[in-house]
């Protein structure tokens, strides 16, 4: 299994989608006039965030001005300046402004990943463009044995994320896969259960047209804690309930030979 690190230097430099990589070049090379003076980053965006995340935030792609300029995911673009506030009153983010990669912005116990890593023409990438980044959410996944709860942002990042569960073995009930804001389904794959939350993209259009609200996104973000705090909450009694059932020997009994390795 590969490291966050190893992933991340994998997206940057993949190539598996050539049409995107000149759309994300063209976009630099003509720019938007407000950041006429910026060097574009015009390269696949990594995931953003804490290693040892309980959350991940699956949203659709990066913005032709935003990430695509940034370099990292849901920076620099009005779909950000509604994310990261909300994350930050949630107590995900240190600040609430996401400004470029070196503004000091740090995720706490939450990592920032999309459906496809390249910003496609009109925000609308193809199912087979979809297919050739589903790997790299694979292995994002993999490497998170904390993960509990995950955000689709947007009905594609939704979908990206049952395809994912799937794909690793998670069963859920299939009647509860609509998408709608705020749904929630369970997937659970053994002792590992991961709760699901739907949300609706903070784009500029959803936002500016009161199809999301600020109170809308931060329920979303509340309910997240409330479910980590849950999971928390089972995990201390659980490890409480094995360490009562454990009974101390009058005679110990001598090592074998596994027990002095």
């Known amino acids: 299994m590969r490291s966050l690190r190893a992933i991340e230097a994998a997206i940057i430099h993949c190539k598996r989608c050539p049409e995107l990589r000149a759309y994300t070049a063209r976009i630099a090379r003509e720019k938007k006039r407000a950041h006429r003076d910026c060097e574009y980053w015009a390269r696949p965006v990594p995931a953003f965030g804490d290693p040892r995340a309980r959350l991940m935030l699956v949203g659709l792609a990066p913005g032709a001005h935003g990430s695509n300029r940034t370099g990292r995911a849901f920076t620099g673009d009005a779909s950000g300046s509604f994310l990261y506030p909300a994350l930050y009153r949630a107590g995900f983010a240190s600040q609430p402004e996401a400004i470029d990669r070196n503004d000091g912005l740090v995720l706490r116990d939450c990592l920032i990943n999309a459906a496809l890593r390249c910003a496609p023409p009109k925000n609308k990438p193809t199912p087979r463009e979809l297919r050739n980044c589903l790997p790299y ?125």
């Open 137 to 261: 959410l694979l292995e994002e996944f993999d490497t998170l044995p904390r993960l509990r709860v995950m955000i689709g942002l947007g009905a594609i990042a939704f979908a990206s994320i049952l395809h994912l569960l799937r794909e690793r073995g998670f069963e859920f009930d299939r009647t509860s896969i609509k998408f709608a804001h705020g749904g929630e389904l369970t997937a659970i794959k053994g002792k590992r259960t991961i709760s699901v939350i739907a949300s609706y993209h903070p784009s500029r259009q959803n936002t500016n047209t009161g199809k999301l609200t600020v109170p809308m996104f931060d329920h979303i973000f509340n309910r997240a804690n409330e479910l980590l705090r849950r999971t928390a909450s089972a995990r201390r009694g659980r490890s409480a309930r094995e360490r009562g059932s454990v009974r101390p020997s009058l005679h110990r009994a001598r090592p074998d030979s596994s027990e002095t390795r």
